[in-house]
């Protein structure tokens, strides 16, 4: 049981089903008893936690010797993009990148606090709540709930409360606190914090710009995914101090032989042409080894976008720059066609949010008969209320169009800008953007195991006018 965002989610079907698949009889299920929902606890899980806590708080556990390619866990993909993949890691590489990254990317030192605002059911969770600064001999923050709740100065009170020196969240969160009053982070004592990281989606100048000059401390963007377990472009810390650049997670981590290629080619990119970012083989300790339990769906699915070469595909479309930097430009699936220029859905996403009404928003492509596809675009506002006047809503509408045309040409135009609430999303905060689209062409948008509120996807078919 579990009360997300002042929700309760029942987990203890999910338990009772997981217990009935499970070949392994397990003895003992131990429940915490949170009080969310007194009435649904089944009484054959329920321990008293007290008493255990108590039990075993100084116990010492001693250490299990592993073989180093042993699995240490599977974790799944966040599901953007289709049926999550169970990604399999290693112990000995893993734990070997972890440690290397803690000190030549995110500058932790033993005795150092880091706070990681994620899920230890996601990669970061799992990589920088838990392995990564333990191993490294930090403290670790672990804090449940949402930025917001009881109020949005509550992870700034952490900062204060725990001296904490290393912050690492998504985007996503920092959006959700752009919308709350920036004056609560002044009342809390931030000296202790060095740098607040950010990964898991693009990091859009408007949002790096506005937490930046709040907190007056440096924030650091890196790029990965589940499949690599750490960044696989990230600024490095060390000898040769790089300078971070605004719009870029910085150039390819140590061990990464990471380039962009054409997408039907394979041939490496020039600098300034956009690719598919790419990895030669063999991937870098802590990167995943296979699908759980499907070889066939690790080869099929990364390695063979290029024929006849080993290359594993990120399925991330980028640029670098001459100074070896890379942007990434959203997923190859995000690319849209518009009367044959190509455009990434990010670039549009970030001219609209660049208009200060805007707190969030998601292009899509739809099928356009003259053009082929053209732009739609979804935007949360800030102010919701400042679309109730007659016309309000015809006038903004009008004023992003034009913030697209000056900054990306009037072939970039969305077609469609509708408002809603709330953007339909991965419980790890990721764009539906695939959901988005099928409903703005009238399809189904299949299986979304992963959704975070279902009720999102339903205001944007209302949205187009209950299509
Ligand atoms: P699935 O693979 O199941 O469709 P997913 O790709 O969202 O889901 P994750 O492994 O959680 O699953 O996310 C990795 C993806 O997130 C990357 O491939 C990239 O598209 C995006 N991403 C992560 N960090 C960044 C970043 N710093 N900038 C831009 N995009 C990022
Ligand atoms: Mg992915």
């Given at each position: 049981m579990r009360a997300r965002a002042g929700k309760v989610i029942d987990y203890t079907p999910l338990v009772d089903e997981a217990l009935s698949r499970a070949e392994f009889k397990v003895p003992q299920v131990l429940l915490i008893d949170r009080q969310l929902a007194p009435e649904r606890l089944q009484a054959s899980y329920l321990v008293a936690y007290e008493p255990l806590r108590e039990k075993f708080f100084d116990a010492h556990v001693p250490c299990e010797w592993l073989e180093s390619n042993e699995p240490s866990y599977t974790l799944y993909t966040s599901g953007t993009t289709g049926k999550p993949k169970g990604v399999q890691r290693d112990v000995g590489g893993y734990a070997v990148a972890l440690a290397a990254s803690m000190e030549h990317i995110f500058q932790g030192a033993p005795g150092d606090t880091m706070f990681t605002a994620?899920?230890?059911?996601?990669v970061v969770g799992h990589s920088y709540i838990i392995y990564a600064p333990l191993i490294a001999g930090l403290t670790t923050v672990m804090y449940e709930g949402t930025p917001i709740r009881p109020d949005g100065g509550i992870w700034w009170r952490l900062v204060e409360q725990y001296k904490i020196n290393l912050m690492f969240t998504a985007p996503t969160a920092i959006r959700v606190l752009r919308k709350q009053d920036a004056s609560l982070m002044e009342k809390y004592d931030l000296s202790s914090l060095r740098t607040l990281f950010l990964a898991g989606e693009p990091l859009d100048e408007p949002t790096a710009q506005w937490v930046q000059s709040a907190l007056k401390k440096p924030v650091i963007d890196n790029y990965w995914q589940t499949e690599t377990g750490w960044p696989m472009i990230a600024i490095p810390r060390g000898i040769e101090e790089l300078p971070s650049k605004l719009g870029s997670p910085g150039v390819p981590s140590m061990g990464f032989n990471l380039t962009l290629r054409n997408e039907v080619t394979g041939d490496v990119c020039a600098a300034g042409e956009k690719g598919v970012v790419a990895l030669d083989y063999p991937l870098p300790p802590g990167c995943m080894q296979t699908v759980w339990r499907d070889d066939q769906r690790f080869v099929d699915t990364y390695w063979q976008s290029v024929p006849d070469q080993l290359l594993y595909s990120t399925f991330d479309w980028g640029v670098q720059d001459e100074d070896g930097y890379v942007s990434i430009l959203g997923r190859t699936d995000d690319v849209i066609n518009v009367a044959g220029h190509r455009l990434g859905t990010r670039e549009i996403e970030e001219a609209l949010s660049s208009h200060p009404a805007v707190a969030e928003v998601a292009v899509v492509g739809i099928a356009d008969a003259v053009k082929g596809q053209a732009a739609a675009a979804f935007v949360v506002l800030r102010d919701p209320d400042r679309i109730n006047a007659p016309g309000a809503s015809e006038g903004l509408q009008a004023e992003l169009c034009h913030a697209v045309d000056s900054q990306?040409?009037?072939?970039?135009?969305?077609a469609r800008v509708c408002f809603v609430s709330m953007l339909p999303k991965t419980r790890s905060g990721k764009l539906l953007r695939r959901a988005i689209a099928a409903l703005a062409e009238g399809r189904d948008p299949g299986e979304l195991p992963t959704i975070e509120d279902p009720s999102a996807l339903m205001q944007v078919r209302e949205a187009l006018g209950g299509q």
């Amino acid at each position: 049981m579990r009360a997300r965002a002042g929700k309760v989610i029942d987990y203890t079907p999910l338990v009772d089903e997981a217990l009935s698949r499970a070949e392994f009889k397990v003895p003992q299920v131990l429940l915490i008893d949170r009080q969310l929902a007194p009435e649904r606890l089944q009484a054959s899980y329920l321990v008293a936690y007290e008493p255990l806590r108590e039990k075993f708080f100084d116990a010492h556990v001693p250490c299990e010797w592993l073989e180093s390619n042993e699995p240490s866990y599977t974790l799944y993909t966040s599901g953007t993009t289709g049926k999550p993949k169970g990604v399999q890691r290693d112990v000995g590489g893993y734990a070997v990148a972890l440690a290397a990254s803690m000190e030549h990317i995110f500058q932790g030192a033993p005795g150092d606090t880091m706070f990681t605002a994620s899920d230890i059911g996601w990669v970061v969770g799992h990589s920088y709540i838990i392995y990564a600064p333990l191993i490294a001999g930090l403290t670790t923050v672990m804090y449940e709930g949402t930025p917001i709740r009881p109020d949005g100065g509550i992870w700034w009170r952490l900062v204060e409360q725990y001296k904490i020196n290393l912050m690492f969240t998504a985007p996503t969160a920092i959006r959700v606190l752009r919308k709350q009053d920036a004056s609560l982070m002044e009342k809390y004592d931030l000296s202790s914090l060095r740098t607040l990281f950010l990964a898991g989606e693009p990091l859009d100048e408007p949002t790096a710009q506005w937490v930046q000059s709040a907190l007056k401390k440096p924030v650091i963007d890196n790029y990965w995914q589940t499949e690599t377990g750490w960044p696989m472009i990230a600024i490095p810390r060390g000898i040769e101090e790089l300078p971070s650049k605004l719009g870029s997670p910085g150039v390819p981590s140590m061990g990464f032989n990471l380039t962009l290629r054409n997408e039907v080619t394979g041939d490496v990119c020039a600098a300034g042409e956009k690719g598919v970012v790419a990895l030669d083989y063999p991937l870098p300790p802590g990167c995943m080894q296979t699908v759980w339990r499907d070889d066939q769906r690790f080869v099929d699915t990364y390695w063979q976008s290029v024929p006849d070469q080993l290359l594993y595909s990120t399925f991330d479309w980028g640029v670098q720059d001459e100074d070896g930097y890379v942007s990434i430009l959203g997923r190859t699936d995000d690319v849209i066609n518009v009367a044959g220029h190509r455009l990434g859905t990010r670039e549009i996403e970030e001219a609209l949010s660049s208009h200060p009404a805007v707190a969030e928003v998601a292009v899509v492509g739809i099928a356009d008969a003259v053009k082929g596809q053209a732009a739609a675009a979804f935007v949360v506002l800030r102010d919701p209320d400042r679309i109730n006047a007659p016309g309000a809503s015809e006038g903004l509408q009008a004023e992003l169009c034009h913030a697209v045309d000056s900054q990306l040409g009037a072939i970039a135009r969305p077609a469609r800008v509708c408002f809603v609430s709330m953007l339909p999303k991965t419980r790890s905060g990721k764009l539906l953007r695939r959901a988005i689209a099928a409903l703005a062409e009238g399809r189904d948008p299949g299986e979304l195991p992963t959704i975070e509120d279902p009720s999102a996807l339903m205001q944007v078919r209302e949205a187009l006018g209950g299509q």
